[in-house]
């Protein structure tokens, strides 16, 4: 996959170059525009059917539905009913809000269950079943429809359950992503069966037929029983056996306690743009507000697009906002984040007081304490939607790592997550034997794990501007921040703000990374000057998004850093 995403990444700088003047349903450079309903997903299919459902009547929360369902059968990398993930929707009428259907830790899960003989054991928080939180999707799905859809939740899954059943031609990168994994998914009996060709021991192809038929009669279950379709009944079954076997600690009565939440976005503006984001338990939100107040006594555009003087400032305000996100955040049901103080304008302020105009600032004099660095898996999949009445939908949706714990189950045929490795897993310092640290998001029975997924709906005067989110771990949170200031700030084409190249800092480790070829010699030089560490890396986010002019045309623009589609009628 990595040298798929480096074949990739070389594209979008040729896309810079062929930007073409606007006009209705055309392509302008890989940006699709579209008068009434657009989305932007990570494979073609879902785009496909969530048009589809647009077409039949359906709004945007109907086509998100249809696209979480459809990307468990044709994304199973990431787009899953098996994880949890984050909505954020606007509605034409003005209601801003956000559905938190992140995995909570099973009841059964504690602070130290990762560790063995006093060593944290990182496989098992990663791999297999006791990696595995409580998924959220099904019951977030059914909550969305429920409450702003106008379909019946049958209409908008039957065409992911045909697909499943019938099958459907794996693209390249399907079949390459799928044969990547092979020795991994070889050790899972329900993996092997559902996910490898023969076993195993044949490669696929593109243009192979992938038919998933237990899949489709989980998916039925769902569409005849509602959310018991999936956290009771047969499904619960099988997910509980399948944690038996795998030494999991699901229970039925976890399932059954599961619950989506309505949460209400965090605002954050600039420019005259207000940004609605998802609230904690994802971090992004906070963390984007921080950085923009941190730039806000600052003239970006007279600074330049990457020049050496806006990356150092914008990566020391990441560098800022991490740090605190490190220490401060978690899930909000079970600590007291100070959420206030965190996006005052005196607290941001006070945080730039160390900034130097010439200097990078060493991450370890701006902490709060000893606190264990972060890694996160980068393969979560971001999906963007609005319809012709004006209401938009933004879901980030995951796995956590690639095929989540790679534990698909036995009779039911989709993966369940890993995301109990989004807690704060490792030990601190080594004086600090056993003890797990980063408390705000420590393990705790039914608490939510903190997540950088950073669904974004971006209004001006109360008209929809933009739809924003990313795949990427940590650097869904620097990609959506950029491809926002891109556009808010200088200006640039929704394609161009989408493929321009970006930076990343995260507090620890103490590195600014850049995409390779982003930066030029000469600017890097300058920063190396400044002290920052800079880092090549290849790719920096996958970000699906749209863009809504000021005459109501919508720019589908996917990531030319993944292989996303914009569709839309
Ligand atoms: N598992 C990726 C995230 O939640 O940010």
């Given at each position: 996959m990595k040298s798929a995403y480096r074949l990739l990444s070389h594209f979008f700088i040729v896309s810079l170059f062929l930007f073409l003047p606007s006009q209705s349903n055309a392509q302008v450079g890989s940006a699709q525009t579209y008068e009434n309903g657009i989305l932007v997903t990570a494979e073609e299919h879902a785009s496909k059917i969530g048009t589809q459902i647009l077409q039949q009547g359906g709004n945007a929360v109907d086509a998100a539905v249809a696209v979480q369902f459809a990307l468990a059968v044709t994304l199973p990398r990431a787009g899953n009913i098996g994880g949890g993930g984050f909505m954020v929707v606007h509605m034409q009428d003005g209601t801003d809000i956000t559905l938190d259907f992140r995995e909570k830790a099973p009841l059964?899960?504690?602070?130290?269950?990762?560790?063995?003989e006093g060593e944290y054991v990182s496989r098992l928080s990663r791999e297999g079943?006791?990696?595995?939180?409580?998924?959220g999707v099904v019951d977030g799905m059914i909550k969305a429809i429920e409450r702003y859809?106008?379909?019946p939740l049958e209409t908008v899954i039957k065409p992911a359950i045909a697909l499943a059943r019938e099958g459907y031609k794996l693209s390249w990168a399907q079949a390459n992503v799928l044969n990547e994994y092979t020795d991994v998914l070889k050790k899972y009996d329900g993996s092997k069966k559902y996910f490898l060709k023969n076993g195993g021991t044949k490669k696929w192809k593109e243009g192979d037929l992938f038919v998933q038929k237990d899949l489709a009669k989980t998916l039925q279950r769902i569409a005849d029983r509602g959310r018991e379709g999936f956290y009771s009944g047969k499904t619960a079954d099988l997910i509980v056996d399948e944690m038996s076997q795998q030494g999991g600690l699901i229970s039925y009565r976890d399932l059954e306690e599961y619950e989506s939440k309505w949460r209400d976005p965090i605002d954050a503006s600039l420019n005259g743009y207000t940004l609605h984001i998802m609230p904690p338990p994802s971090s992004g939100s906070i963390a984007i507000h921080q950085i923009l107040e941190m730039l806000r006594p600052y003239d970006l555009k007279q600074k330049g697009f990457n020049s050496a003087e806006y990356v150092h400032l914008v990566t020391e305000a990441m560098r800022r906002a991490f740090a605190d996100r490190a220490y401060f955040l978690g899930d909000p049901d079970f600590v007291d984040i100070p959420m206030s103080k965190l996006m005052s304008d005196s607290y941001n302020k006070e945080r730039m007081q160390?900034?130097?105009?010439d200097n990078a600032t060493p991450s370890d004099e701006i902490d709060h304490g000893e606190i264990p660095s972060f890694s996160e898996s980068t393969e979560t999949t971001h999906f963007s939607i609005v319809d012709k009445d004006g209401n938009a939908v933004a879901v980030t949706t995951t796995l956590?790592?690639?095929?989540?714990?790679?534990v698909a189950v036995s009779g039911a045929g989709f993966f369940l997550n890993?995301?109990?490795?989004?807690?704060?897993?490792e030990p601190g310092e080594?004086?600090?034997?056993?003890l797990i640290q980063g408390k705000a998001n420590a393990v705790e029975p039914e608490k939510r794990m903190l997540s950088s997924m950073s669904p974004t709906v971006v209004t001006k005067d109360g008209k929809v501007r933009m739809v924003l989110g990313a795949a990427g771990g940590p650097m869904i949170i620097t990609a959506t921040l950029q491809n926002f200031l891109n556009m808010a700030?200088?200006?640039?084409e929704p394609q161009q703000a989408n493929s321009a190249p970006r930076f990343h800092h995260?507090?620890?480790?103490d590195k600014l990374f850049y995409e390779e070829f982003g930066l030029s010699p000469d600017t890097r030089q300058i920063l190396k000057d400044m002290g920052h560490n800079l880092t090549p890396t290849d790719g920096i986010g996958r970000a699906h998004t749209i863009f809504v002019g000021e005459d109501g045309l919508k720019y589908g623009s996917p990531d030319p850093r993944g292989d996303g589609k914009a569709r839309g009628y």
């Open positions: 059964m899960a504690s602070e130290n269950m990762y560790i063995r079943a006791l990696a595995v939180g409580v998924p859809g106008r379909l160390s900034f130097e105009q956590n790592g690639n095929f989540g714990s790679k890993n995301e109990m490795d989004d807690f704060t897993a080594p004086n600090m034997f056993g700030v200088f200006g640039m995260q507090w620890m480790p």
